[in-house]
């Protein structure tokens, strides 16, 4: 299956609630590959390599939150092939 790689940008109550953790756990669950980091705006950006299927649930449980996280804006922008070999939280 075809990898393919976008990066979304989240806004709304992303961080000092785990989210980072959450989203680390439920692509590595799945088998996303990529990362997820804190942005100084507030904001959180997610790197993510998958088939459709894989991003599509990984989407999903994103916009459904950690019972602590809401997402109030989200941007997705396609990226070109990336390198990362599992998905972990960047600083």
């Known amino acids: ?34 990362y997820v980091k804190n942005e100084d705006d507030g904001s959180v950006t997610i790197v993510a390599g998958g088939n459709a299927e894989q991003l599509n649930e990984l989407y999903r449980r994103i916009m459904e939150g950690n019972g602590w996280s809401y997402i109030s804006d989200f941007d997705e922008k396609e990226l ?5 070999k599992d998905f972990h939280v960047e600083f």
């Open 1 to 34: 299956m075809e990898t393919i790689w976008k990066r979304w940008n989240v806004r709304g109550i992303v961080q000092g609630v785990g989210f980072r953790h959450f989203v680390k756990n439920v692509a590595r669950a799945i088998g996303v590959k990529g």
């Open 80 to 84: 070109p092939e990336q390198d990362y």
